[in-house]
């Protein structure tokens, strides 16, 4: 697929041309370049998207540049050391976007400078759409960018964010040509669908399936499954997708957590593991210690909503407040101990906490307090928004995106979802496990993929007759 479309790229032309400010943004991220390229010693830079040029008026060195829709520099680049790509993903048309990461992945020697915005643009287009085509939170771009990369920097700033990437390490590629499978990206494995928290955005009062948590036998048939697909449809090898030991539930509650997140480790050596958990369970310290050492879990994502009792509560409730502190302080010191081998990330919910923050002084002092904390033991801070969870809630309208669903066409179409109970789901909204593609106790993957409800559901969504998919009627994620 091209990286932009001729339409779009004509549409830029013009703004270009009209609108003298229009890719000037350069100089606000030139004090990040710099800086990178000082403490990387890197001179050999490509600015990935460069606009009108005014990142190359702040740098001491020359630096290639590359824009499709500027003339003189449309000529598809060469690899450099450092590829810096700022203020344009957001711009880019969903349906490329992928294969611009693609682009920029193949670019990139050393390292990837970001700079993504989160929010709306104040400009539209002359077709009236927001120049913003992706106004999404970071936890839809860190899968993405973690698939990719490795992740060395992630930072949080006034509706948008920095994050500094490492090439993984080389992977071999498939000897045959033909790939014929999904190269899923995301592997999401709910270990287990428990929780005691009743958190305002999540629709658990709607949950009525049976709840457990895997055994790792099933868990190894799982990692089994996957290996079985990634020979038969010639993935490239080694497998590197992101694992996620968590579903529609608290991960912590699983006692054997770490072994699981190992046999990852075991089975697919150059996947990165994860888990999102509010840490609101008390567990010994050795449970951490196990999960970061035996289990060589990569990534964990800390949801924590406020920082007092009362405000944490509000959102979070049945929840224990304390013992999601008190185990979050113990976690980063041990990383930090350890030589920082997992990224740890606080998830903050905007607007929710960051106006309270904003608004009530002995919040704001209470998190300024933690992260001076927390900081320097390499703790990374983000914000997420509000999601409907399919039909689940109803915090924003249903997507209207003219774009088909993403299962369907699209990022999600490369997650891999499973419940506790190995039944195969189209995406990570279905909290009620109400549609099911197949079961891995009895089917392949290439069987399920291949199967008649997964083509029916396909089917559906390609026409727009979701009758018979309440939860994607609700949907407001495309």
């Known amino acids: 697929m091209p990286l932009i479309s001729e339409e779009y790229r004509e549409q830029n032309r013009r703004l270009h041309n009209s609108d003298l400010a229009y890719g000037t943004s350069g100089t606000s991220s030139a004090k990040f370049v710099v800086e990178l390229a000082n403490e990387t010693r890197i001179t050999d830079i490509l600015d990935y998207g460069c606009g009108k040029g005014t990142l190359n008026d702040c740098m001491n060195v020359d ?5 499709p829709c500027i003339e003189g520099k449309d000529t598809p680049p060469e690899p450099a050391d450092l590829v810096v790509c700022t203020d344009v993903l957001e711009h880019i048309e969903p349906e490329c976007l992928d294969d611009v990461l693609d682009d920029l992945k193949r670019l990139a020697k050393r390292a990837v400078l970001l700079v993504v915005a989160t929010r709306p643009a104040l400009k539209t287009l002359a077709d009236g759409r927001n120049a913003h085509l992706i106004v999404e939170p970071p936890e839809f771009w860190l899968p993405k960018l973690m698939s990719r990369w490795d992740l060395s920097e992630f930072v949080m700033m006034n509706g948008e964010f920095k994050a500094i990437l490492k090439p993984k390490p080389d992977q071999k590629k498939s000897e045959s040509a033909e790939v014929t499978g999904i190269h899923f990206t995301k592997i999401r494995v709910e270990n287990t669908n428990s929780c005691k928290y009743t958190c305002n955005m999540c629709p658990r009062e709607k949950m009525s399936r049976p709840t457990g948590i895997m ?16 020979e038969e449809t010639n993935l490239p090898q080694p497998f590197s997708s992101t694992f996620y030991l968590h579903g ?13 997140s190992a046999m990852v480790d075991e089975s697919f050596p150059a996947a990165q593991s994860m888990i999102f958990t509010t840490l ?3 567990r010994p310290d050795a449970y951490f210690d196990r999960l970061l050492t035996e289990g060589k879990l990569r990534n964990i994502v800390v949801s924590m909503y406020g920082f007092q009792e009362e405000t944490y509560e509000a959102v979070q409730n049945g929840g224990d407040f304390h013992a999601a502190r008190d185990n979050l302080r113990y976690l980063a010191r041990l990383n930090k ?18 106006d309270t923050i904003k608004n009530d002084p002995v919040e704001g ?7 001076n904390e927390l900081k320097p033991l390499g703790v990374i801070v983000t914000a997420m928004g509000l999601h409907n969870f399919g039909d689940g809630r109803d915090f924003n309208a249903p997507d209207e995106n003219p774009y088909m669903c993403s299962v369907v066409k699209g990022h999600r179409q490369e997650h891999f979802n499973v419940s506790w109970d190995l039944r195969v789901l189209p995406c990570c909204y279905d909290y009620n496990a109400d ?9 392949s993957i290439y069987e399920i993929y291949h199967g008649e409800i997964y083509e029916k559901f396909i089917a559906a969504h390609k026409s727009g007759n979701l009758d018979d998919y309440k939860l ?7």
Not at 63 to 67: Q, T
Not at 435 to 443: C, P, S
């Open 63 to 67: 630096i290639k540049e590359y824009d």
């Open 435 to 443: 549609i099911v593609f197949g079961d891995l106790r009895t089917q």
């Open 215 to 230: 055994t790792p036998e099933d868990y190894q048939l799982v990692l089994d499954r996957l290996q079985e697909y990634v």
């Open 280 to 282: 609101g369970v008390r």
């Open 472 to 478: 994607c009627k609700g949907c407001d994620q495309r």
């Open 248 to 260: 529609y539930g608290e991960p912590l509650f699983d006692p054997l957590l770490h072994v699981k």
């Open 337 to 354: 101990s350890l030589g920082n081998p997992c990224t740890i990330i606080l998830q903050i919910l905007d607007p929710y906490t960051t």
């Open 365 to 371: 002092k209470e998190y300024d307090d933690l992260l």
